[in-house]
């Protein structure tokens, strides 16, 4: 994956396979996620319906899972869909918030938000089940709740999105993302409610990631007025534009001679 290249040329709109071509290409980490989720959907969907169970149970994050493989279990479970048939709801919402961030801020930076968000969230909503069954509020079989899926990286990219939007434009995706996701956790929420509340959290705290935030966009944009005139007053000047010096201005022809002819 490429680290952030904030000065990349734009994206060729003359030829609609390159522009899809530059557009994969700089947002490796999308894709490559993408067509994982591909494959395993499609396992999903040929797999007879014991070995499907077997699978997304296998690959859940819960909490039988974690404690008993808790490292594959955090990172397989996002590469899974419990719905094969929502795969290509998943192919636009990846174009429209994972490629526009990664891009944005770079792979790895995308990477570290979407990938801690994930894991964090992860964690978070199993220790919020394990509470409510230590509790009697959830029934002792929910330690094998199915629990795999993509949407707590899509909700922290979704956070993270919000600084990419220039005003007024930002406050009306604002209000529409906490809406969204702010419902459900009002009315009723369950375990990935709450998990999805902690991604979108995350996304909104990783500001300091982005280009905007270090800098990086002002360095590779336009330039600014005091750098504009830094130029120009190192610049060496124009001989002929210079102001004369009266000094060694040639002198007119002497008082009582004769003034040059016309020719």
Request: net charge negative.
């Amino acid at each position: 994956m490429e680290p952030p290249d904030h000065g990349r040329t734009p994206l060729s709109g003359h030829n609609p396979l390159i522009w899809v071509r530059d557009w994969v290409r700089s947002t490796p980490g999308t894709h490559i996620w993408l067509l994982i989720i591909g494959v395993t959907s499609l396992v999903i969907a040929s797999a007879s319906e014991g070995l499907e169970q077997f699978l997304i149970h296998r690959t859940s994050s819960n909490i039988h899972e974690l404690n008993e493989h808790p490292l594959p279990s955090l990172l397989i479970s996002g590469f899974w869909i419990e719905r094969p048939g929502s795969f290509l709801l998943y192919v636009v919402l990846f174009e429209l918030l994972h490629a526009n961030v990664e891009r944005w801020v770079g792979s790895w930076r995308w990477l570290l938000t979407v990938g801690g968000a994930h894991v964090a969230a992860t964690l978070a909503s199993q220790e919020l089940v394990l509470l409510a069954i230590e509790g009697h509020r959830l029934p002792r079989s929910m330690t094998h709740v199915v629990d795999i899926g993509v949407s707590y990286g899509l909700a922290a990219a979704a956070g993270l999105l919000t600084y990419r939007l220039r005003l007024p434009w930002r406050y009306g995706y604002l209000i529409g993302v906490l809406v969204l996701f702010g419902i459900p956790l009002i009315t009723g929420a369950t375990f990935t409610d709450f998990g999805h509340a902690i991604a979108l959290t995350m996304g909104f705290a990783a500001w300091p990631l982005t280009p905007a935030a270090t800098g990086e966009e002002r360095e590779t944009g336009s330039r600014t007025a005091p750098d504009m005139d830094a130029d120009r007053a190192s610049a060496p000047e124009d001989p002929a534009s210079a102001p004369e010096d009266p000094a060694s201005a040639p002198e007119g022809p002497a008082k009582g001679s004769d003034p040059p002819s016309a020719r």
